[in-house]
C-alpha cells in the first residue's frame, strides 16, 4: 500500500499525537507522524528550545526510511510553524505542502502594527525568563496574553508545561523567510488580530487563508479539520505517493 506521509508539528501545549484529536484519522489515507519538538517529553525534564533542532526534526521526518520517496506534507500548529517554515526553505523539494494553524510567525511581521504592539507587550517578560520561576512565568504570560488569571499548576505535567513554555525562545527572532513554490494554506480562529495578521501577510504571498471557530486551536473544529483535509487531498493528488 502506497500512503503519502504528513508529518504534524505541535506547538506550546500538547505535543505528539495529543495536540491533534482530529486529525488521527488521516492515518487510514496516509503515512501521519505526531512529532514532538525538542524540549517535549513525557519524562525528560525540558530544555531550551532551538529553531534550529526543531527544523532538524522536521526534516528527519520527512527523509526516506527505506519504504519509498521522500518528502510530505507539513502541518504545524503556531510556534510549530517556525521549523515547518525553516525546513521549507531549506529542503523545498521535501515539503509538498505547508498548513500553518495559527503560525507564530512573528518575525516576519514584526513591523506591522498588531504583531509590533504585542512584542512591545512580550519582550519586557521574555527578557528575564530566566529571571522568573516557572509558575510566575506562566502566570504572567497568560495574564499578557489572554488577559485572565491562572490557577497554580498541581500536577507533575502541569509544572512541565510550565517550564516548557519558560523556555521557549521569542518567536520573534527566529530567521524566517517565505517559501517560495511551496502550496500553502494558513489556518486561524478569526479571535486575534495577531494571527490574522501574520496570516494576511502570507496570504499577500501566495497562501490560501481559511477561518475556522475554535480560538487559537481551530484544528479542533469540524470546519477547521474539512479545511486541513481538503487542502492536503487537493495537493497529494499531483505528489507521488511512498509505500507503507
Known amino acids: 500500500m502506497f500512503k503519502q506521509r504528513v508529518v504534524f508539528v505541535h506547538g506550546a501545549g500538547a505535543f505528539g499525537a495529543a495536540a491533534w484529536p482530529r486529525q488521527h484519522g ?5 503515512d501521519a507522524l505526531f512529532l514532538r519538538r525538542q524540549g517535549y517529553d513525557a519524562v525528560a525534564e525540558p530544555v531550551e528550545s ?47 505542502s505547508l498548513t500553518l494553524v495559527e503560525p507564530a510567525c512573528l518575525s516576519l511581521t514584526a513591523e506591522l502594527p498588531a504583531t509590533a504592539a504585542h512584542i512591545s507587550l512580550m519582550k519586557p517578560l521574555l527578557e528575564v525568563r530566566h529571571q522568573l520561576s516557572d509558575e510566575d512565568f506562566q502566570r504572567e504570560f497568560v495574564r ?19 517550564r516548557r513554555l519558560r523556555l521557549q525562545v521569542p ?11 511551496v502550496p500553502t494554506l494558513v489556518l486561524t ?35 477547521g479539520d474539512r479545511a486541513i483535509r481538503q487542502f492536503i487531498s487537493e495537493v497529494s493528488r499531483s505528489r507521488p505517493a511512498r509505500a507503507s
Open 171 to 181: 518567536s520573534w527572532e527566529a530567521p524566517l523567510h517565505i517559501v517560495p513554490g
Open 26 to 30: 488521516m492515518a487510514l489515507s496516509f
Open 50 to 96: 532551538s529553531f534550529a533542532e526543531d527544523t532538524a526534526i522536521v526534516l528527519r521526518s520527512l527523509a526516506d526510511d527505506g519504504r519509498g520517496a521522500a518528502g510530505g506534507h507539513v502541518v504545524a500548529h503556531s510556534q510549530g510553524a517556525i521549523p515547518a517554515m525553516m525546513a521549507a526553505v531549506e529542503r523545498p523539494d521535501l515539503v509538498y
Open 144 to 162: 499578557r496574553v489572554y488577559a485572565t488569571d491562572l490557577q497554580q499548576p498541581a500536577t507533575t505535567e502541569e509544572k512541565r508545561s510550565a
Open 189 to 223: 480562529g478569526g479571535w486575534e488580530p495577531l494571527y490574522e495578521e501574520i496570516a494576511g501577510y502570507l496570504r499577500e504571498t501566495g497562501a490560501l487563508h481559511r477561518v475556522a471557530a475554535g480560538g487559537h486551536r481551530p484544528h479542533d473544529s469540524v470546519e
